[in-house]
């Protein structure tokens, strides 16, 4: 359990919010046709991964970093992930002056 001033905070804890920041994000890259609501919807995803990875490093292994490690990994991914998302985003905004998925119809013959 990790300590904290008021208390000890249970591994449960962490898992609840993890799992509702991933399904808001699952949710969110259904039921979305904006392409920024799509990848905002993927860090909230990516996220939720880093909030389990720290919680579990903290719980199994509290000497060890391995699970800051992968954190720092899948943030790294996903900064990638934004910038170049963002600069297709803006190359498609710029040809089709829209960020409706549903529009986005370059790769059909």
């Known amino acids: 359990m990790i300590e904290t001033s008021q208390g000890l905070i249970p591994l449960q804890a962490y898992l609840i919010l993890a799992s509702l920041l991933f ?3 699952v949710w969110g890259l259904i ?3 904006n392409a920024v609501r799509v990848l905002m919807s993927i860090e909230l995803m990516l996220n939720a991964v ?3 990875l720290m919680a579990f490093s903290s719980y199994l ?3 060890l970093i391995r699970g800051q490690v992968f954190t720092v990994f899948v943030i790294t991914v996903a900064a990638a992930e934004a910038a170049v998302g963002l600069a ?3 190359s498609l905004y710029r040809n089709r002056v829209t960020v409706d998925m549903e529009s986005f119809n370059l790769l059909k013959w």
Request: hydrophobic letters at 35%; charged letters at 15%; a neutral charge.
């Open 23 to 25: 399904c808001i994000g």
């Open 31 to 33: 039921n979305s046709r």
């Open 50 to 52: 880093n909030i389990n």
């Open 61 to 63: 292994d509290g000497s």
């Open 88 to 90: 297709i985003l803006l």
